[in-house]
């Protein structure tokens, strides 16, 4: 069966330091995979996707990037760290053009 | 481009109550229709999917929904609620295609609120 792990669960960070948090997906091939955020009343707002090795698609400009450097492995990283980055950080994979399978996700507190 | 309206932010309902949240839809093509739910401080999980076939689509926990394409809707229902299931509610669309990667929209969430 697949599985999907996010570390770390949560995060506090000052303000302008780095960032990496990292998405693995056990269990599948060749996923889809999303990165998400989730700001409170805002809903989830989609960051970026990946349709394979090297290939990101970024949906909101900012000081947020992304990579997959291997199949099953993406990672959201920042070289400084705004307020507004603060919230709840999610990935997902999908194979077929239906549903998402999401990750537990990482609550990331910026101060 | 798709779109998908949650038309009420929080849902209060009693214990053993009948529940409604409702849903509508934007899409110039045929679409996927998806609820997920979000318990605290945890990722999304599927409820039920409407891809095509019958419009009354069953799913986990006592939930189901109703596919009304002239009304653009899929609202998410269930006869009588438990405190468990207290929780975000999203709705999500895609675009029914063939192949490649489709970008899923989501709405921004209801909050069902039980109460004892």
């Known amino acids: 069966s697949q599985t999907i792990h996010q570390w770390p669960a949560t995060l506090v960070q000052p303000v302008g330091s780095p960032l990496s948090l990292e998405c693995t997906v056990e269990?599948?091939?060749?996923?889809?995979l999303y990165w998400y955020r989730q700001a409170a009343g805002r809903g989830l707002q989609l960051l970026f996707y990946?349709?394979?090795?090297?290939?990101i698609s970024s949906e909101v400009p900012q000081n947020l990037s992304a990579s997959r450097p291997q199949d099953r492995q993406f990672i959201l990283s920042s070289k400084k760290l705004l307020l507004s980055d603060s919230g709840f950080y999610l990935c997902?994979?999908?194979?077929?053009?239906?549903?998402?399978?999401f990750g537990p996700g990482t609550r990331l507190t910026v101060t | 481009a798709q779109s998908v309206t949650q038309l009420d932010s929080q849902v209060p309902v009693f214990e053993e109550a009948p529940v409604e949240l409702r849903c509508n839809y934007s899409?110039?093509?045929?679409?996927?229709l998806f609820w997920y739910v979000q318990y605290p401080n945890q990722g999304l999980q599927l409820l039920l999917k409407?891809?095509?076939?019958?419009?009354l689509v069953k799913g986990i926990n006592g939930f189901e929904a109703e596919f009304n394409k002239s009304q653009t809707s899929f609202h998410l229902r269930k006869p009588s609620v438990h405190i468990s299931d207290t929780a975000e509610y999203f709705c999500?669309?895609?675009?029914?295609?063939?192949?490649?990667?489709?970008?899923?929209?989501f709405g921004i969430g209801t909050k069902l609120q039980v109460i004892p």
């Open positions: 899409s110039s093509v045929s679409v996927y």
């Open positions: 990946s349709v394979g090795i090297g290939q």
């Open positions: 997902a994979w999908s194979i077929t053009p239906y549903e998402q399978y």
């Open positions: 269990g599948t091939s060749n996923p889809n």
């Open positions: 999500a669309v895609t675009q029914r295609d063939s192949g490649g990667y489709q970008k899923v929209t």
């Open positions: 409407y891809l095509s076939g019958s419009t």
